[in-house]
C-alpha cells in the first residue's frame, strides 16, 4: 500500500504559514505528539515508555476522554508534558459549521482548563485539528482567541489498520529530521501499531542523537 505525504508537502507548508508544520532549532530537538488520549492503560503505556528515555512530548486531548478520564490526564501532567486542544468529541473542520466548530473547541478547552495544574495554565493554547482538517475561518477565529495551530512534519499512519507496526516506523525513521513534529496516537485504534512502533523510535532516534522536547 503507498501511503502520501508522510513527509508534510513543501508547497502546503508553504500555502498555510500560519500553522507551525516543524520547530527549526540548533539542538537536533524533535517533537512526538499524541492525538485522541487520554485512554485507559495505553495512555499510560506511552507515559512508561516516555519516560525509560527521559523523554517528553505533547497530547492532543479530546475532551470528552479528559472529562472521563481525568486521572490519567493528571498523570500526563505530572510527567510534565505538554497538553493540547484536540476537540470535545473529534470534529472533522471541513464537515462542521464554524460556528459549532468553535464552540466545540471552547467546550474541550473548559474541560481541560478544569482538569489543569495551576502551574500549567499560562501554558495551554496548543491546537490540533482532528484529521488535520480545519477551515480558514476557524484556523483565523482559533488564532484570534490564542491558539496556535499545531500540524505536523511526519506522521506515522499508527492508526491504519492497513499499515503494520513496521512501516510505522521506517516511516518515521525514513522522514525525521532536526524540528520535526511527529504524529502518534495514544488510541484504541492505534495501540498494535504504537506498542511496536514508539519503544523502537525511542531508542533508535535517542541513539542518533535526537532529542525529544515538549512543544511550548
Given at each position: 500500500?503507498?501511503?502520501?505525504?508522510?513527509?508534510?508537502?513543501?508547497?502546503?507548508?508553504?500555502?498555510?504559514?500560519?500553522?507551525?508544520?516543524?520547530?527549526?532549532?540548533?539542538?537536533?530537538?524533535?517533537?512526538?505528539?499524541?492525538?485522541?488520549?487520554?485512554?485507559?492503560?495505553i495512555t499510560e503505556w506511552t507515559l512508561s515508555q516516555l519516560k525509560q528515555h527521559n523523554a517528553k512530548a505533547t497530547f492532543?486531548?479530546?475532551?470528552?476522554?479528559?472529562?472521563?478520564?481525568?486521572?490519567?490526564?493528571?498523570?500526563?501532567?505530572?510527567?510534565?508534558?505538554?497538553?493540547?486542544?484536540?476537540?470535545?468529541?473529534?470534529?472533522?473542520?471541513?464537515?462542521?459549521?464554524?460556528?459549532?466548530?468553535?464552540?466545540?473547541?471552547?467546550?474541550?478547552?473548559?474541560?481541560?482548563?478544569?482538569?489543569?495544574?495551576?502551574?500549567?495554565?499560562?501554558?495551554?493554547?496548543?491546537?490540533?485539528?482532528?484529521?488535520?482538517?480545519?477551515?480558514?475561518?476557524?484556523?483565523?477565529?482559533?488564532?484570534?482567541?490564542?491558539?496556535?495551530?499545531?500540524?505536523?512534519?511526519?506522521?506515522?499512519?499508527?492508526?491504519?489498520?492497513?499499515?503494520?507496526?513496521?512501516?510505522?516506523?521506517?516511516?518515521?525513521?525514513?522522514?525525521?529530521?532536526?524540528?520535526?513534529?511527529?504524529?502518534?496516537?495514544?488510541?484504541?485504534?492505534?495501540?498494535?501499531?504504537?506498542?511496536?512502533?514508539?519503544?523502537?523510535?525511542?531508542?533508535?532516534?535517542?541513539?542518533?542523537?535526537?532529542?525529544?522536547?515538549?512543544?511550548n
Amino acid at each position: 500500500m503507498k501511503l502520501h505525504w508522510i513527509k508534510t508537502n513543501w508547497l502546503l507548508k508553504l500555502l498555510f504559514p500560519s500553522y507551525t508544520w516543524m520547530i527549526p532549532n540548533k539542538t537536533n530537538s524533535i517533537f512526538l505528539t499524541f492525538d485522541d488520549g487520554p485512554t485507559p492503560e495505553i495512555t499510560e503505556w506511552t507515559l512508561s515508555q516516555l519516560k525509560q528515555h527521559n523523554a517528553k512530548a505533547t497530547f492532543f486531548c479530546i475532551g470528552t476522554n479528559v472529562e472521563k478520564y481525568s486521572e490519567i490526564f493528571e498523570k500526563i501532567q505530572h510527567d510534565n508534558h505538554a497538553i493540547g486542544n484536540h476537540t470535545f468529541n473529534h470534529l472533522n473542520g471541513w464537515k462542521t459549521n464554524s460556528n459549532k466548530y468553535i464552540e466545540n473547541v471552547k467546550k474541550c478547552e473548559d474541560i481541560i482548563l478544569r482538569n489543569l495544574f495551576d502551574i500549567y495554565k499560562n501554558q495551554f493554547k496548543l491546537f490540533r485539528p482532528p484529521y488535520g482538517k480545519i477551515s480558514f475561518l476557524q484556523s483565523y477565529k482559533l488564532r484570534k482567541l490564542g491558539y496556535k495551530i499545531i500540524m505536523w512534519d511526519v506522521i506515522s499512519y499508527d492508526f491504519d489498520t492497513n499499515v503494520s507496526g513496521e512501516q510505522c516506523l521506517e516511516n518515521i525513521l525514513k522522514n525525521i529530521e532536526s524540528g520535526s513534529i511527529i504524529v502518534f496516537h495514544d488510541s484504541q485504534k492505534a495501540y498494535k501499531n504504537l506498542k511496536y512502533a514508539l519503544p523502537k523510535t525511542l531508542k533508535t532516534l535517542s541513539e542518533r542523537g535526537f532529542k525529544f522536547e515538549k512543544i511550548n
